[in-house]
């Protein structure tokens, strides 16, 4: 993933945006969430489907009628979890876009792909949140200070290797 620049005040709103949501949600805080319990707890149902575009990753759908969460089956249990936090951060973070617009769809593209900023910027916000759900700071750093190993930190938050060293980096534990 490429690294985007996005400003510090903005960062810090958006991790504690998150803390807040984990603190506020009666789940325990010192392991990794279940990230579809929390997503209900937000009053979304989360559904694994098969999307007739693959590109798709997941969607978030919020209207009158429906408040749910759609993340691939084919996934993996590590792509899936993220996918889920990243969609529930459009819908706590980017909530005006998601009752105008009904549904955010989220495709498999690298941020470098996004042309228009302010898609870009959401994106981007909600990498930050949901790395922040799947990683808090804290077991981050209790973890990494225990066992500097990328691939056990994945095993143990259950997101991939890949997100790990990008969580590790935007700490500047590595």
């Given at each position: 993933?490429?690294?985007?620049?996005?400003?510090?005040?903005?960062?810090?709103?958006?991790?504690?945006?998150?803390?807040?949501?984990?603190?506020?949600s009666?789940?325990p805080?010192?392991?990794?969430?279940d990230?579809?319990?929390?997503?209900?707890?937000?009053?979304?149902?989360?559904?694994?489907?098969?999307?007739?575009?693959?590109?798709?990753?997941?969607?978030?759908?919020?209207?009158?009628?429906?408040k749910?969460?759609?993340?691939?089956?084919?996934?993996n249990?590590?792509?899936?979890?993220?996918?889920?936090?990243?969609?529930?951060?459009?819908?706590?973070?980017?909530?005006?876009?998601?009752k105008?617009?009904?549904?955010?769809?989220?495709?498999?593209?690298?941020?470098?792909?996004?042309?228009?900023?302010?898609?870009?910027?959401?994106?981007?916000?909600?990498?930050?949140?949901?790395?922040?759900?799947?990683?808090?700071?804290?077991?981050?750093?209790?973890?990494?200070?225990?066992?500097?190993?990328?691939?056990?930190?994945?095993?143990?938050?259950?997101?991939?290797?890949?997100?790990?060293?990008?969580?590790?980096?935007?700490l500047?534990?590595?």
């Amino acid at each position: 993933m490429a690294k985007q620049k996005v400003k510090k005040m903005d960062s810090e709103k958006i991790k504690k945006k998150a803390k807040d949501v984990l603190l506020n949600s009666g789940l325990p805080t010192d392991r990794p969430i279940d990230v579809t319990l929390l997503a209900q707890k937000q009053g979304y149902k989360v559904y694994e489907v098969l999307f007739d575009d693959k590109d798709i990753a997941g969607m978030t759908v919020d209207s009158d009628k429906e408040k749910s969460i759609y993340v691939s089956k084919q996934d993996n249990e590590g792509r899936k979890r993220f996918t889920i936090a990243h969609e529930l951060a459009h819908a706590i973070l980017h909530h005006k876009k998601l009752k105008k617009e009904k549904r955010i769809v989220d495709y498999r593209k690298p941020l470098t792909d996004y042309e228009n900023s302010a898609e870009l910027r959401r994106e981007i916000q909600a990498n930050m949140f949901a790395a922040e759900l799947l990683m808090p700071e804290h077991l981050t750093r209790k973890f990494w200070d225990f066992k500097k190993d990328v691939d056990e930190m994945a095993n143990f938050f259950t997101v991939s290797p890949k997100a790990a060293v990008v969580r590790l980096e935007s700490l500047s534990l590595i």
